[in-house]
């Protein structure tokens, strides 16, 4: 029972998939322009790697060692239409804010990954396990980096205004709007993985 509380708490600071591995960098820079965006994607990719990972331990045995990679992506892509259909017909307005990020699920390395490298060398519940684990890994990395970015952006969090800032003549917050473009995620991305980094040594 410890080693699998090992693999499920992994996720979050010795192994997280954003901090430590490097993992699903492209969503994370691209849609934690806010906390909400960054859990919608989070919880999206969570699900995917969940299930992926459920189907993968259960059908390893089945699949030709020559036509791996390429079922598991199979896999992965049906579960990424699910849920694409699901937030286009229950969620629209993060489905449109999380934009092509949502089918770029299917080529995120942190969800092959785990199908290649835990769920089909494991059995089912372990991979259920893992893949739970790094999925809030995921999902905390991007809730934080994305709420960082909104406070010092936005002077907003889960698009309630915080008050924080100054305001203008104009009653407009005085913030750091760079948090908000491209360079702030680097910048806040940097921060969180040499924190992530002291924390673990």
Known sequence: MSS??????????????????????????????????????????????????????????????KVRIPAFIVIIASFVTIVELLMQGY??????????????????????????????????WPSIVDGMGMGLGFTFALTILGGIREILGSDSIFDTLLHIFPVDKDGNPITMIAFVLAPGAFIVLAYLIALTRKLNK
């Open 4 to 65: 699998q509380m090992q693999n499920f708490t992994k996720g979050f600071i010795k192994e997280n998939p954003v901090f430590v591995l490097l993992l699903g960098l492209c969503p994370t820079l691209g849609v934690t322009t806010s906390a909400l965006n960054g859990f919608g994607m989070g919880l999206a990719t969570m699900f995917v790697l969940v299930m992926s990972n459920i189907v993968v331990s259960l059908v390893k045995n089945f699949i030709p060692d």
């Open 91 to 124: 969620m629209q307005a993060l489905y449109e804010s999380l934009g092509l990020f949502i089918p770029l699920i299917v080529v995120n390395c942190l969800v092959l990954g785990r199908a290649e490298a835990f769920a089909s060398k494991n059995k089912l």
